[in-house]
């Protein structure tokens, strides 16, 4: 509220009563967005004024002292240099400040909009303005209100509607401290009347800590900070400045964990959310090991080439059918469903302990939320910071734990493995980079495999072997003795126009063989 009308009109007679009959004797800037004034009274005392033009943070600060640079010092407005100060005065109902000179009425003008801030000098009533920032060539016709225009509070046609400088904290203020939407229509204007005066002579200036801002207030509201006499705007001003550059450093550390750690928190409860629902689902397939037992069991019972097994269950001595493959013999049916059912033991595994993983990772997440929020100065921030490894930026490693394919790690190579044809397309064409190494069993359908390249590393041999085991492994050649591999750099891999999901061209390769090799069976080794 440093900028609102309702501070500025108590400002500007301060500031006529100090500056009045000062001299400009600089005018430059030394940082973006930032415009000096140093001024001079009669008796040699120094004043300044320096604007802070930035959409992030537009203010006037009032600095007891300051140096100027040496070097990155620009003057500017050299038309302005040795006028003298009539007088300071706020816009009617804006947020602008207007400092009068004495020299041929001229003006320089404060805009502190907060998308817009600007500065406009004119050196006359008919001189040509000149814009601090140019690209705000509009503000070259800006003007204050006509003389006697004046808000009228809200009359009892118009229930809930507030003066236009009511806008923010004081609106706020109204609606929770005074009740104002629960209030009968008549009561409204009232209230609204009441705060206006209070406003027009505020008995403190209170700097509060709200909506995770830093802000100067002329009524009480959140986090009280510090509380000045309403008496003394310009003292009230060399303190806040300060102190909210000082904290806009603080906040914006504070918003950047705030949304790392709830990144953090939502990213491991949803993983941990369907981790469980796999899981679940795994619990009501069919068992595969049951569905084994029953064919070696019933081997004498299977006629070549028959495309089921009808049998009593030895569990519930209920009547069962068991899919067959009418070219595949009995036993290897049952070898297979005896491997998916280890299998599956391992993904459960596998799948409990990322599910208390992931929920003991967004627990702590949470932790450290509430952490934060109790954190209120900077250094002791860094130190917490630094002390729980927290990083804005989403570490590297983390992404690809949650990428939508098989993930594997080997010589700390990443290898990930498509899971179907449209997932094959997303590994292709979507996530793996050009100086990726692509792989897939040759001339049959399969997985297609990544091998993501490190920066400045040659991919080794014994990571492509690998690779080539599992484009093997995840392809129609599983159960081949030797299954040979395309290997070729992911640049020469394309997709002609019209190919079904998973078809590729690749344009260059290489072709290796290797023996299938099951990933589950050489993690457990």
Known sequence: MHTNYYFLRQLAPALTARLRGCRVASCFSQEKDELVLGLLSEAGTEYWLKAQLGAGFPALAL????????????????????????????????????????????????????????????????????????????????????????????????????????????????????????????????????????????????????????????????EILETLPGTDPVAALRRFIPLALARRALEAERRQLRQLLTRRAEEAGTS???????????????????????????????????????????????????????????????????????????????????????????????????????????????????????????????????????????????????????NNDLLTQKYAHKDDLWLHAKDVSGSHVVIRHRSGQAIPEPVIGRAAQLAGWYSRRQHDSLCPVTVTPKKFVRKPKGALPGQVLVERERVILVVPGNPFEHNQA
């Open 63 to 222: 600095p007891e002292t300051f140096h100027r640079a040496r070097q990155n010092s620009v003057d500017l407005l050299p038309e302005l240099l040795g006028r003298t100060v009539a007088s300071v005065e706020a816009w009617p109902q804006d947020r602008v400040l207007q400092v009068n000179f004495e020299e041929d009425a001229a003006t320089l003008v404060f805009k502190l909009y907060g998308p817009r801030p600007n500065a406009i000098f004119r050196a006359s009533p008919t001189a040509t303005p000149q814009l601090f920032h140019q690209r705000y060539a509009t503000d070259a016709d800006l003007r204050p209100a006509a003389p006697g225009t004046s808000y009228v509070v809200p009359m009892a046609g118009a229930p809930g509607k507030l003066p236009p400088a009511l806008a923010d904290l004081p609106a706020r203020f109204l609606r929770e401290q005074r009740g104002y939407e629960e209030a009968p229509t008549e009561q409204k204007q009232q209230l609204a009347t009441e705060l206006l005066a209070e406003l027009e002579s505020p008995t403190a200036y209170y700097f509060i800590y709200l909506d995770g801002r830093t802000r100067l207030s002329l009524m009480p509201l959140g």
């Open 272 to 422: 941990a959310h369907l981790a469980s629902q796999r899981l679940r689902a795994l619990a009501h397939e069919a068992g595969y090991r049951h569905r084994a037992d029953l064919i070696m069991a019933n081997l004498h019972a299977i006629a070549p080439g028959a495309a089921q097994l009808e049998a009593v269950d030895f569990y519930t001595n209920k009547e069962v059918v068991v899919k067959l493959k009418p070219l595949e013999k009995p036993q290897r049916t049952a070898e297979n469903l005896y491997r998916k059912a280890k299998n599956q033991q391992i993904e459960e595994r596998q799948l409990q302990a990322r599910i208390s993983s992931r929920e003991a990772e967004a627990m702590h997440a949470l932790e450290l939320l509430e952490e934060l929020d109790a954190l209120h100065e900077l250094r002791s921030l860094r130190a917490w910071r630094k002390l729980h490894a927290l990083d804005p930026a989403p570490a590297a490693g983390k992404a690809g734990a949650e990428l939508p394919f098989k993930v594997f790690e080997y010589m700390e190579f990443t290898i990930l493995v498509g899971r179907n044809a449209q």
